[in-house]
C-alpha cells in the first residue's frame, strides 16, 4: 500500500509564495512520475503540474513561470513551489504519484493521491 500525505496549503496573499509537500509512504522501490492536480469550486479536477522519473516536467499555461515541481527521491517527496500567487489559484490541490512498490510478496504498481489540501489565495 502507498499512501500519500500532503502539506503546506493554507491563506496566501497575491503576489505571495506558498509550498506544498506530499509524501509517499511505503516500500516504494521506483517513483515513476509525482504530479498536482487543483480543482476549484464548480469546476473539474485539473493537471498542473508533473515530473517524472526522467526529468520531464509539464505545467499549465495558467501556471508557467509562476509554480515550479521537484521531487525529492530519497524522501520520496513531490514540492509545489508555488510563487506570485493569484486568487485564481484558489482551489484545493491534490498530488497523484505513480509509483512501484513492494506488497504482498511482489512488487506493485500504485497510482495513488493525496488527500487534498486548500489553498485560498485572498486578492
Known amino acids: 500500500q502507498v499512501q500519500l500525505v500532503e502539506s503546506g496549503g493554507g491563506l496566501g496573499q497575491a503576489g505571495g509564495s506558498l509550498r506544498l509537500s506530499c509524501a509517499a509512504s511505503?516500500?516504494?522501490?521506483?517513483?515513476?512520475?509525482m504530479g498536482w492536480y487543483r480543482q476549484a469550486p464548480g469546476k473539474q479536477r485539473e493537471l498542473i503540474a508533473s515530473?517524472?522519473?526522467?526529468?520531464?516536467?509539464y505545467y499549465l499555461d495558467s501556471v508557467k513561470g509562476r509554480f515550479a515541481i521537484s521531487i525529492d527521491n530519497a524522501k520520496n517527496t513531490v514540492y509545489l513551489q508555488m510563487n506570485s500567487l493569484k486568487p485564481e489559484d484558489t482551489a484545493v490541490y491534490y498530488c497523484?504519484?505513480?509509483?512501484?512498490?513492494w506488497g504482498a510478496g511482489s512488487y506493485r504498481r500504485s497510482r495513488s493521491w493525496g488527500q487534498g489540501t486548500q489553498v485560498t489565495v485572498s486578492a
Open positions: 511505503g516500500i516504494i522501490s521506483r517513483v515513476n512520475a
Open positions: 497523484n504519484a505513480d509509483v512501484q512498490y
Open positions: 515530473a517524472t522519473v526522467d526529468g520531464g516536467t
